[in-house]
């Protein structure tokens, strides 16, 4: 029997080295292309690194399974050959040549041979892309084929491949395999946003804004949809919400929709990693030109969409323009009038606006939202803290909607009539100089405060009752809202934070202050004299 192999000494042991290790293969094209190119093509090796991981684990599933019935070599090879038994574990069959194994045997490129020439490392990946797709249709249009490129460094991408060969996304099995690689991707779609700057903000939404409108609106079953899906982080949000409360993931059906198409198959890739059937349409596309979901009415809607556009498709005669034609020079309102438009009748929304929507009145935007006021389509406002979105300092905040708010849609509390308004803006915690993120008591305090309010089946079972907490939430009236010229936002409304009364007299404390103070200075001028004293012996 041949000596075991040895288990690479420098290969990742923890999930901060897996991803560490797997960012330094990025740097390694840092050099020969901008951000948004090396991301297309980090990420692309990363899903097939993936797969062919996933596919050579449940291989060796079924050999084992087999060889402990009894069957002989003969009997078990057409078995692991057979494309039903990895498809129907939800695992994608990789041909041989696609398989990681082979493109590292060949990261430095195949040599001529049997009168076929020379092909580089490049052309392998393509090709191998090319036999993923052809071998699994729900792929196509999901990963990239620029492998082959004049800007792709051959030499470099060999590099990279041979270091992400002491890379493996397995080891619990495939479930496991596939969480691992999507806790990669996102975080790799992070890492990419922040480098890619203003412009990451068009395919990464930060984690605290997305679990803060997953928390809130809490999806359980039905459509989920968002018209500006960007990489798809509402969506693998949502399961992971589903996972959490021991869901079934397969109880809410995706719908989504995006205007770039690099973004779009970055989706596309998010989804397939975390085994999401998505519907994102069979092509990219801009939502107020065509919406590619139109006539289907969807339970949730989560989004982040573009703020303040300037330029966009813009149709007066517009169906979905049911409370106002929105300005030309700004779509903010013509986003939430779509995202209006595609909720069923029970259905509920979330959507990241800039703040200036909660007050605006210049091109009618006043006069729309005091129609969706007394529509009573607004349910909640959340003011968020700055610097949430590294992409962007303007300052935003969450429209929350319900198309009924009585008892029986999601909540036991009849709540027509009224608005929810929370200030959050005190939460958070800087992360780094320049991002602040939420902690998850953060993002609870928030959701756990409109489950209340609501009345929710959550709300129960942890016993929680609402009440107006000052300059923080506040319940108001639709009457409020209209006397306020319909300005929805909460700081106008919850007040300042109640101060604390510790009992002493004002008069007293203000002469123990000052007493306290005058000590301080008289202990400044000691230390002073010493000072000056010690400096006197140097001279």
Same mark, same amino acid.
């Given at each position: 029997?041949?000596?075991?192999?040895?288990?690479?000494?420098?290969?990742?042991?923890?999930?901060?080295?897996?991803?560490?290790?797997?960012?330094?293969?990025?740097?390694?094209?840092?050099?020969?292309?901008?951000?948004?190119?090396?991301?297309?093509?980090?990420?692309?090796?990363?899903?097939?690194?993936?797969?062919?991981?996933? !596919?050579?684990?449940?291989?060796?599933?079924?050999?084992?399974?087999?060889?402990?019935?009894?069957?002989?070599?003969?009997?078990?090879?057409?078995?692991?050959?057979?494309?039903?038994?990895?498809?129907?574990?939800?695992?994608?069959?990789?041909?041989?040549?696609?398989?990681?194994?082979?493109?590292?045997?060949?990261?430095?490129?195949?040599?001529?041979?049997?009168?076929?020439?020379?092909?580089?490392?490049?052309?392998?990946?393509?090709?191998?892309?090319?036999?993923?797709?052809?071998?699994?249709?729900?792929?196509?249009? @999901?990963?990239?084929?620029?492998?082959?490129?004049?800007?792709?460094?051959?030499?470099?991408?060999?590099?990279?491949?041979?270091?992400?060969?002491?890379?493996?996304?397995?080891?619990?099995?495939?479930?496991?395999?596939?969480?691992?690689?999507?806790?990669?991707?996102?975080? !790799?779609?992070?890492?990419?946003?922040?480098?890619?700057?203003?412009?990451?903000?068009?395919?990464?939404?930060?984690?605290?804004?997305?679990?803060?409108?997953?928390?809130?609106?809490?999806?359980?079953?039905?459509?989920?949809?968002?018209?500006?899906?960007?990489?798809?982080?509402?969506?693998?949000?949502?399961?992971?919400?589903?996972?959490?409360?021991?869901?079934?993931?397969?109880?809410?059906?995706?719908?989504?929709?995006?205007?770039?198409?690099?973004?779009?198959?970055?989706?596309?890739?998010?989804?397939?990693?975390?085994?999401?059937?998505?519907?994102?349409?069979?092509?990219?596309?801009?939502?107020?030109?065509?919406?590619?979901?139109?006539?289907?009415?969807?339970?949730?809607?989560?989004?982040?969409?573009? !703020?303040? &556009?300037?330029?966009? @498709?813009?149709?007066?005669?517009?169906?979905?323009?049911?409370?106002?034609?929105?300005?030309?020079?700004?779509?903010?309102?013509?986003?939430?009038?779509? &995202?209006?438009?595609?909720?069923?009748?029970?259905?509920?929304?979330?959507?990241?606006?800039?703040?200036?929507?909660?007050?605006?009145?210049?091109?009618?935007?006043?006069?729309?939202?005091?129609?969706?006021?007394? @529509?009573?389509?607004?349910?909640?406002?959340?003011?968020?803290?700055?610097?949430?979105?590294?992409?962007?300092?303007?300052?935003?905040?969450?429209? !929350?909607?319900?198309?009924?708010?009585?008892?029986?849609?999601?909540?036991?509390?009849?709540?027509?009539?009224?608005?929810?308004?929370?200030?959050?803006?005190?939460?958070?915690?800087?992360?780094?100089? @320049?991002?602040?993120?939420?902690?998850?008591?953060?993002?609870?305090?928030?959701?756990?405060?409109?489950?209340?309010?609501?009345?929710?089946?959550?709300?129960?079972?942890?016993?929680?009752?609402?009440?107006?907490?000052?300059?923080?939430?506040?319940?108001?009236?639709?009457?409020?809202?209209?006397?306020?010229?319909?300005?929805?936002?909460?700081?106008?409304?919850?007040?300042?934070?109640?101060?604390?009364?510790?009992?002493?007299?004002?008069?007293?404390?203000?002469?123990?202050?000052?007493?306290?103070?005058?000590?301080?200075?008289?202990?400044?001028?000691?230390?002073?004299?010493?000072?000056?004293?010690?400096?006197?012996?140097?001279?």
């Amino acid at each position: 029997m041949p000596p075991r192999k040895k288990a690479d000494a420098s290969a990742p042991s923890t999930m901060k080295e897996l991803k560490d290790t797997l960012w330094k293969a990025a740097d390694k094209l840092r050099g020969s292309m901008d951000a948004s190119q090396y991301k297309d093509v980090i990420l692309g090796l990363v899903f097939l690194k993936y797969v062919s991981d996933a !596919f050579e684990e449940r291989r060796a599933q079924i050999r084992d399974e087999l060889t402990a019935d009894g069957w002989s070599e003969a009997q078990i090879q057409p078995q692991v050959d057979d494309v039903d038994e990895y498809t129907a574990y939800n695992v994608f069959w990789v041909a041989p040549t696609a398989r990681w194994g082979y493109l590292a045997e060949h990261a430095k490129g195949l040599p001529a041979q049997d009168g076929a020439p020379h092909r580089n490392i490049g052309q392998l990946v393509d090709e191998a892309m090319d036999l993923l797709v052809g071998s699994n249709p729900s792929l196509k249009g @999901a990963v990239p084929r620029i492998y082959n490129r004049d800007n792709v460094d051959q030499r470099r991408l060999g590099e990279l491949i041979d270091l992400f060969n002491s890379a493996r996304f397995t080891g619990e099995g495939v479930s496991k395999a596939r969480d691992l690689l999507g806790e990669v991707y996102e975080y !790799f779609l992070e890492k990419f946003a922040r480098a890619e700057g203003k412009r990451g903000g068009e395919f990464f939404t930060p984690p605290s804004v997305v679990r803060t409108l997953v928390e809130v609106l809490e999806p359980t079953h039905g459509r989920v949809y968002d018209p500006a899906c960007g990489s798809g982080g509402m969506f693998v949000q949502a399961e992971k919400f589903l996972a959490a409360h021991d869901e079934d993931k397969t109880a809410i059906s995706i719908y989504g929709q995006e205007l770039n198409e690099r973004t779009w198959r970055l989706a596309r890739m998010n989804l397939a990693i975390h085994g999401l059937n998505g519907n994102l349409a069979s092509v990219w596309g801009d939502t107020f030109a065509i919406d590619l979901h139109a006539g289907l009415e969807m339970d949730y809607v989560m989004s982040n969409p573009p !703020f303040n &556009i300037k330029v966009w @498709a813009r149709k007066e005669d517009d169906p979905r323009w049911r409370f106002g034609v929105p300005p030309a020079g700004n779509a903010n309102y013509a986003w939430i009038q779509h &995202i209006i438009s595609k909720l069923a009748p029970g259905g509920s929304a979330g959507v990241v606006m800039a703040n200036g929507s909660m007050s605006s009145n210049s091109g009618g935007e006043g006069e729309i939202r005091a129609q969706l006021v007394e @529509a009573d389509l607004v349910s909640c406002m959340v003011a968020l803290p700055t610097q949430l979105f590294r992409s962007t300092g303007i300052p935003v905040c969450v429209w !929350f909607f319900a198309k009924d708010k009585t008892t029986g849609n999601g909540g036991s509390v009849d709540r027509s009539g009224q608005v929810l308004f929370i200030d959050a803006r005190g939460l958070g915690h800087m992360v780094d100089r @320049a991002e602040r993120g939420f902690a998850d008591e953060d993002i609870a305090r928030i959701a756990d405060t409109f489950r209340a309010w609501r009345g929710t089946a959550s709300a129960a079972e942890k016993d929680l009752t609402y009440a107006d907490v000052p300059g923080f939430a506040k319940s108001v009236t639709l009457a409020e809202i209209k006397a306020s010229d319909y300005a929805l936002t909460p700081g106008r409304y919850v007040g300042a934070a109640e101060v604390e009364d510790d009992g002493e007299p004002i008069e007293e404390k203000i002469e123990r202050l000052t007493q306290d103070l005058f000590a301080q200075f008289d202990e400044s001028a000691r230390l002073e004299q010493i000072v000056r004293a010690q400096l006197g012996t140097l001279a």
